[in-house]
């Protein structure tokens, strides 16, 4: 059974970090890429960042780009996400899914979700 599990959210001030980690089983997930989306209440889920099967390649969404990374460990079937910069408009439940298809920007080609974890950046 795939299992996708989020972990590192938290409360934290504006401009402050979190490395947020997502860990992978139940397949070879060093084939695939993998990504992070958010959703903040009120709003439909948005593509954050991903990354290409061996790490090489990388994609981030304009509102990122400079302030947050995007990292993978295929020997540990885990992929990180390192938050810099942070505002008060990244807060939202972030959510790792492994992508197995398509354009790696929208979330209906990516097939396993966790259940993601909530970011708070207070002002």
């Known amino acids: 059974q795939v299992q996708v599990v989020e972990s590192g959210g938290g409360l934290v001030q504006a401009g402050g970090s979190l490395r947020l980690s997502c860990a992978a089983s139940?397949?070879?997930?060093?084939?695939?890429?993998m990504g992070w989306f958010r959703q903040a209440p009120g709003k439909e889920r948005e593509f954050v960042a991903a990354i290409g099967w061996s790490g090489g390649s990388t994609w981030y969404a304009d509102f990122v780009k400079g302030r947050f990374t995007i990292s993978r460990d295929n020997a540990k079937n885990t992929v990180s996400l390192q938050m810099n910069s942070l505002k008060p408009e990244d807060t939202a439940v972030y959510y790792c899914a492994v992508a197995t298809s398509g354009s790696y920007y929208y979330s209906s080609n990516y097939e396993y979700w966790g259940q993601g974890t909530q970011v708070t950046v207070s002002s």
């Open positions: 139940g397949r070879t997930f060093s084939r695939y890429a």
